[in-house]
C-alpha cells in the first residue's frame, strides 16, 4: 500500500481495514463500508493527505447516508465550531450536563495566591470537578506539554487554598481539547495527577466516546444547513444537535424555510438515533 500523509505531516501506510472500520464506527453498514473503502483504495496513491482520503469517503458516505456521514466528520465538525473556544466551551458543559453533572460555565474559583477562571465548574454525587479548555482550529493542533504543565499549576493554586477562603471546592482538575495531545502532555498528566480528555484520549471515557454516549454531536456536523445557518444557529446559543432538537421553533425565528426546517430536523433525528458505534463494532468483529 503506499504511503500517505497525516494531519502533523508524518507518513504512513495507507490502511483500507482502518479506513472501513472508522466508517463502520460511524454507523455504515458493512456493505456500504466494503463499498467506499474499496472505491476509495483504488484512487490512493503515494504522498496523497489524509483529509483528501476523508473528503472522498464523506462525500461517497453523504451520498448514501447523511446521518452516517454526520457522525463520520465529528473530529472536522468540532473544528468548525470556532473561532473563538467558547462554542466549544458550552458543547463539552452540555456533554457533561448529559452526564448528569450540574454545570457551571466560565466561575471564578479563589487560589490560595490569585482568583481564577475555570472554564467549566460542575458538580455530582458529591463529587466536585473543573476544566479547563483548549479549543484549536486545526486538526493537526496537538495540546503539548507546557499547556499541561500550565493548567496543573493552575489547579495546584487552587487545591493549596485554605477552606476557608476558597470559592468553592475543586477534587478533580481536567484539562480537555477537541484535537489531540502530545506523549509529553499524555506521561506529566498522568504522573501529575491530571486528568485529560481529548479526541481519541483516554481510550475509554474520550471525547468521541463521550459524544456518542451522551448523543451529544456538534449542531456543525449536520450536512443539509450551510456554514452561514450554522454560524447563525451558534450564535443563538445551539451549539449541539440535541439542543436543536428542543429549540427547534429557532429555525422558524431565523427564517429557515419550512422545507429547510424539515431537513435539518430529519438528519439531526436521524444522527441522534444512530446506535453507540461501540455496538458497530462488536457487530463488524463477531
Given at each position: 500500500m503506499p504511503e500517505i500523509i497525516k494531519a502533523d505531516g508524518s507518513k504512513e501506510q495507507f490502511?483500507?481495514?482502518?479506513?472501513h472500520l472508522s466508517l463502520v464506527h460511524?454507523?455504515?453498514?458493512?456493505?456500504?463500508?466494503?463499498?467506499?473503502s474499496e472505491n476509495i483504495s483504488k484512487s490512493v496513491h503515494y504522498g496523497m493527505h489524509t483529509h483528501e482520503i476523508y473528503k472522498r469517503a464523506f462525500t461517497l458516505l453523504r451520498k448514501e447516508t447523511r446521518p452516517v456521514a454526520a457522525r463520520y466528520a465529528l473530529r472536522r465538525a468540532l473544528l468548525e465550531l470556532?473561532?473563538?473556544g467558547h462554542p466549544f466551551e458550552d458543547f463539552v458543559a452540555r456533554i457533561f450536563e448529559k452526564e448528569g453533572w450540574t454545570v457551571e460555565w466560565r466561575?471564578?474559583?479563589?487560589?490560595?495566591?490569585?482568583?481564577h477562571e475555570v472554564d467549566v465548574y460542575a458538580h455530582k454525587n458529591g463529587q466536585t470537578m473543573a476544566a479547563e479548555l483548549k479549543y484549536h482550529n486545526t486538526a493537526n493542533y496537538k495540546t503539548d506539554v507546557k499547556v499541561a504543565l500550565y493548567v496543573k499549576a493552575r489547579f495546584e493554586d487552587i487545591w493549596s487554598c485554605s477552606p476557608n477562603a476558597q470559592t468553592c471546592p475543586v477534587e478533580r482538575g481536567f484539562l480537555i481539547t477537541n484535537t489531540k495531545f502530545t506523549s509529553q502532555a499524555i506521561k506529566y498528566a498522568n504522573c501529575a495527577g491530571m486528568e485529560l480528555i481529548g479526541w481519541g484520549y483516554p481510550y475509554k471515557g474520550s471525547l468521541y466516546e463521550r459524544m456518542c454516549t451522551t448523543k451529544v454531536y456538534p449542531i456543525t456536523a449536520l450536512t443539509h444547513p450551510t456554514k452561514a445557518e450554522k454560524k447563525l444557529l451558534i450564535d443563538a446559543g445551539i451549539v449541539s444537535c440535541d439542543m436543536l432538537r428542543e429549540r427547534r421553533e429557532t429555525l422558524s425565528k431565523l427564517n429557515f424555510s419550512p422545507k429547510r426546517v424539515g431537513n435539518i430536523l430529519a438528519e439531526a433525528d436521524a444522527l441522534l438515533a444512530l446506535p453507540h458505534p461501540y455496538s458497530y463494532a462488536r457487530k463488524s468483529e463477531s
Open positions: 490502511d483500507q481495514k482502518r479506513l460511524a454507523g455504515a453498514g458493512e456493505y456500504t463500508a466494503r463499498n467506499v470556532g473561532p473563538s466561575k471564578v474559583i479563589q487560589g490560595k495566591c490569585v482568583p
